[in-house]
């Protein structure tokens, strides 16, 4: 992994065990509903952000390796992109 992203990927997953703790305590004493949404709703904001880094690191690393190499590689980069993201290849 690059460097910068693998130290911002592991704040992001501390960040978001922090929240989920949070969410839990949440639920426990029975908040009010709309807060917890709310709460779970930045959850799924910080996976996106997590995402966005991991997919970046991919890119700039494996995928450009696998694109130099080209074809069956390259078929394999593309692949593994629409699988990540649940696109079907027609």
Do not use: P, W
């Not at 997953?13 to 426990?28: D, F, H, K, Y």
């Not at 807060?35 to 970046?56: F, G, V």
């Amino acid at each position: 992994m690059i460097e910068d992203i693998k130290k911002r990927a592991l704040h992001r997953t501390s960040i978001l065990e922090g929240q989920l703790r949070g969410v839990a305590r949440m639920i426990e004493n029975e908040e009010y509903c709309m807060d917890i949404i709310t709460q779970s709703r930045a959850i799924q904001k910080s996976l996106e952000s997590l995402n966005r880094l991991l997919l970046e690191n991919h890119l700039r690393t494996h995928v450009t390796h696998m694109f130099d190499e080209g074809g069956e590689q390259r078929e394999q980069a593309v692949g593994e992109l629409l699988k990540a993201f649940e696109f079907d290849r027609k």
